[in-house]
C-alpha cells in the first residue's frame, strides 16, 4: 500500500493536496513503484531558503529539494521508503507566470523532478548522459501527468 502524505505550510497558494497526491501516485505508478512512500512539504520562499541554507549550505530560495532516504548509511533499509520532496509555492508561482504557465502545472512538474531525484536521476552531479535521460524522463512522465491532470496544458 501507497503512502504519500502532503503537508501544506504556505498560505500564498491554494493547493489541493488530494489531487496532488493523486499526481504523486500517477508518478510513481508510472515509474515502477506503487508502493513507494513519499512526503511532500509545501513552503514559502523563506521556509525553503532556510532548509537550502542548513542542509545544503546553499543560502537562497530555490524550487525543490528531495532528500532521499535511499542514499548513505540507511539506504536499503525500508526500500519503498524514497525520501522528502520540499516545494516552494512562491518560487513555483513566480516561475510559472514568467513562463505563461499555470501554476498547477508548475508545481506538478516540480513535485515529478523531484521524485525523480528520489528515484536516483541527477542532473546536477552527474554527467551530461545522466542529465538528458532525466530530462528525456521528466518529459515523458509529465506527458502521463498533463494527460490525465492538466487537459494538455505545456511544462517548463
Given amino acids: 500500500m501507497v503512502t504519500i502524505h502532503i503537508e501544506n505550510r504556505q498560505k500564498s497558494q491554494k493547493i489541493e493536496t488530494a489531487v496532488l497526491a493523486k499526481v504523486a501516485q500517477t508518478?510513481?505508478?508510472a515509474s515502477g513503484c506503487p508502493d513507494g512512500e513519499l512526503s511532500v512539504l509545501i513552503v514559502d520562499d523563506?521556509?525553503?531558503r532556510i532548509i537550502n541554507r542548513d542542509y545544503l549550505q546553499r543560502d537562497r530560495a530555490t524550487n525543490v529539494i528531495s532528500f532521499s532516504m535511499q542514499e548513505g548509511e540507511q539506504a536499503g533499509l525500508h526500500p519503498n521508503l524514497l525520501g522528502d520532496v520540499v516545494i516552494s509555492a512562491e518560487t513555483a508561482a513566480r516561475d510559472a507566470a514568467?513562463?505563461?504557465?499555470?501554476?498547477?502545472?508548475?508545481?506538478?512538474?516540480?513535485?515529478?523532478?523531484g521524485i525523480l531525484h528520489l528515484l536516483g536521476y541527477d542532473h546536477e552531479r552527474g554527467s551530461a548522459e545522466q542529465a538528458a535521460q532525466m530530462e528525456a524522463r521528466e518529459e515523458d512522465?509529465?506527458?502521463?501527468?498533463?494527460?490525465?491532470f492538466l487537459d494538455g496544458t505545456a511544462a517548463s
Fill in 27 to 29: 508518478i510513481l505508478n
Fill in 141 to 148: 512522465l509529465f506527458d502521463v501527468v498533463k494527460a490525465e
Fill in 98 to 113: 514568467e513562463a505563461g504557465l499555470g501554476f498547477e502545472s508548475e508545481l506538478y512538474f516540480l513535485l515529478l523532478h
Fill in 46 to 48: 523563506a521556509a525553503i
